[in-house]
């Protein structure tokens, strides 16, 4: 292992652990004062408050939508240490390189300048930053690095292809909050059909046809039809653009399924050889 390996690694260890210890710190904050929280909140508070300082919009899923943040963080702790491994060597290095640290600086600014009202404009920039280098490392990873065995599926693929997921539906709710004018019926539920066409695309017509990334986003949906129950346009079009999504994720896992199955037949029974009379 290379010094440059273990410099990188290790800056990925002090990235990780920064990012939990600020989500640490503002949540024991929020828990005390109870503010409010941001769309896309990587804590599971919900953002209605008494003095309205931070807009409910027409895209905000229910406070339950959140808790995927746990599943992300759990998964990057996860390739934290699988980084370490023969198996990571190569995909960590030379695929994920600084990715991960410069994700985590800007998931950190993201976290630290929302606490400012007037700067929440530029935190929508700021996540949308994140949004880009967390999906430019889940590019890389799907299109030079396809998962070998499951570990490379769990703890490499996965928590980036859910991280760039996340943070692409979580970029489009600040930017609405940000911006009031978008936040109308008309537009809110042509941002929905959006998210659900970038589904659908995912986990139909993507290359490797991403089952993942493309349920991340129907989690997001399925809160916001739940959230946004009360305004029929809302609730038709985020239960119909999750529907699809699911329908396309369905078809993916039935069609691995076969194949596996498939495979599984081939391997366990061998063709044998047949007397000739």
Not at 62 to 84: D, M, N, R, V
Not at 138 to 150: D, F, H, M, R, S
Not at 201 to 217: E, G, L, M
Not at 249 to 270: E, G, S, T
């Amino acid at each position: 292992m290379s010094r440059h390996s273990i410099f990188l690694k290790t800056a990925n260890i002090v990235a990780f652990l920064l990012v939990i210890v600020v989500n640490s710190i503002i949540h024991v904050g929020d828990e005390r004062k109870q503010p409010d929280t941001e769309p896309g909140d990587n804590n599971t508070l919900s953002f209605e408050n008494d003095n309205g300082t931070v807009p409910v919009t027409h895209l905000l899923p229910a406070e339950y939508t959140f808790k995927i943040w746990y599943l992300i963080y759990t998964l990057l702790g996860g390739f934290i240490i699988y980084q370490w491994t023969d198996a990571a060597e190569s995909v960590t290095v030379e695929g994920i390189q600084y990715y991960h640290v410069a994700a985590s600086i800007l998931n950190v600014t993201w976290l630290l300048i929302w606490r400012n009202e007037n700067l929440v404009l530029l935190d929508a920039f700021v996540l949308a930053a994140l949004f880009l280098v967390t999906f430019r490392a889940y590019n890389i990873i799907t299109e030079y690095y396809p998962p070998k065995v499951i570990w490379d599926r769990i703890f490499i693929h996965y928590p980036f292809t859910m991280y760039a997921a996340w943070t692409f539906v979580a970029t489009i709710l600040n930017f609405w909050a940000a911006i009031s004018t978008l936040d109308t019926v008309f537009l809110s539920t042509i941002a929905i059909a959006f998210l659900g066409a970038v589904g659908v695309y995912f986990s139909d017509y993507h290359k490797r046809n991403d089952a993942v990334f493309a349920a991340t986003i129907a989690w997001a949906l399925t809160g916001i039809a739940v959230k946004q129950q009360d305004t029929v346009p809302i609730l038709i079009a985020s239960s119909v653009a999750s529907g699809l999504i699911l329908g396309g994720v369905l078809r993916v896992l039935v069609r691995r399924f076969v194949a596996w199955w498939n495979l599984r037949q081939i391997r366990y029974n061998p063709e044998t050889d047949r007397l000739i009379p």
